[in-house]
């Protein structure tokens, strides 16, 4: 697993500690890539939040401005 540590701007609670997570890294296209996050924030309220990835698909088209965000 690796880690990180930093800090992250919450609306409403201002600046707080957080740690990432990373691990069950897989090869993707010759890539490791993490399949699984954590991020830990320093606040019992917020606790820790868990991303699991199941499936990666290389290769694909994308329609312009699919990650772009709205107002």
Do not use: C, K, W
């Amino acid at each position: 697993m690796i880690h990180t540590n930093g800090m992250a701007e919450v609306e409403g609670m201002g600046t707080i500690g957080q740690r990432v997570n990373y691990g069950d890294f897989r090869d993707v296209s010759g890539v490791l890539l993490p399949y699984r996050s954590e991020v830990e924030i320093a606040n019992p309220l917020i606790g820790t939040i868990a991303t699991q990835v199941t499936e990666i698909e290389v290769g694909v088209e994308l329609a312009e401005g699919v990650f772009e965000l709205s107002d």
